[in-house]
Nanobody, 126 residues
Framework: QVQLVESGGGSVQPGGSLRLSCVAS????????MGWFRQRPGKEREAVAA????????YHADIVKGRFSISQDSAKRTVYLQMNSLKPGDTATYYC???????????????????WGQGTLVTVSS
């Protein structure tokens, strides 16, 4: 069973940047969708960004478009989330998630996720 380990969270002032990393214990095209969700205080977990391991498709939620960017290094079995121009509303626990079968609606609805990371806290505050 694939395992995911996130890192890179922390505290930052508004306007700052952080880069999250998610290392997978295995990384093949069968794990065809990798991405990031977040759970803000009092809110449901929501999809932030995702990409196919083939690199042919990427998704960024409207609320982060232009500020966050997902990328991968398959040789390192790692997916990254570069977060720029952070806002207090971005404060959340960020989770890496992997799913076989592509970045389909099930992935974004958190159905059939094959693996979740443990979460990493991002706090944006002055």
């Amino acid at each position: 069973q694939v395992q995911l380990v996130e890192s890179g969270g922390g505290s930052v002032q508004p306007g700052g940047s952080l880069r999250l990393s998610c290392v997978a214990s295995e990384y093949t095209v069968s794990l065809s969708c990798m991405g990031w969700f977040r759970q803000r205080p009092g809110k449901e977990r929501e999809a932030v960004a995702a990409m196919t391991t083939r690199g042919s498709y990427t998704y960024h939620a409207d609320i982060v478009k232009g500020r966050f960017s997902i990328s991968q290094d398959s040789a390192k079995r790692t997916v990254y989330l570069q977060m720029n121009s952070l806002k207090p509303g971005d404060t959340a626990t960020y989770y890496c998630a992997a799913k076989r079968g592509g970045c389909n609606p099930d992935y974004f609805n958190r159905i059939g996720i094959d693996a979740w990371g443990q979460g990493t806290l991002v706090t944006v505050s002055s």
